[in-house]
């Protein structure tokens, strides 16, 4: 299984620890220039202006934590690029040569994902230059691994869209709607049943849990588009507001 290379050790928790401490520094720094202006300030007005600061303005802090953590996600996904964007076998649609590629990290039995569905379905409609990427992360149950599996399936005999499509359509993901979503996509039985519980498809499950985790995803959808990591069913907007900034930068 490939590893995931951090951002710096400790990866995005260690990141946004050191950003926290930063703005304290960023702050003191401040303060120093302020007040150095007209003398020397004293470690003790240094803090209590900080403290002052930090206090009448409490909002800057989750700000600041959040921007922290999209910007080390960002780079933890630069560093492992092929990692995130290369598809598992016929997992993606849309152009082979795209300039900008969506990652997905779903779960079948996720209803955020399947509400997701249609946004990704209607900028592949509209973005020709764009590809999107499956990445199968199941973590709502064995019914979900198992759907997975058998997308795996679905996935190396060309037919991963149409079990997609299908097997939401039937609602949650249960043995029954699993097999009936693959009958009709036309998933091979034999396939399925090689593919079940296969050193490849535990390779493959395991890498895109860690590949989920790195970024310290909480749950899906978790999106990639170029650089930024989008977290949760954001719509439409958002999406192609993403996709615009990837084409620019």
Known sequence: MASVEPARPGGVKTGLAAGVLGIVIGGAAMALWVQGRGGTASDEQVGETVRAYLLEHPEVI??????????????IVSANRAAYETPFAGAWAGAQDADVVLVEFFDYACGYCRKSNADVDRLLAEDK????????????GPDSERAAQVSLAAAKEGRFRDYFHRLYALGRPSESTINQAAAAAGVSPQRIAEMAGSAEAKNELGKNFQLAQALNASGTPTFIVGDRVLHGAVGYDELKKAVGEARES
């Open 62 to 75: 989750p700000e600041a934590m959040q921007r922290l953590q999209e910007r080390e996600a960002g780079k």
């Open 129 to 140: 230059k764009l590809k999107v990427v499956w990445r199968e992360w199941p973590v709502l």
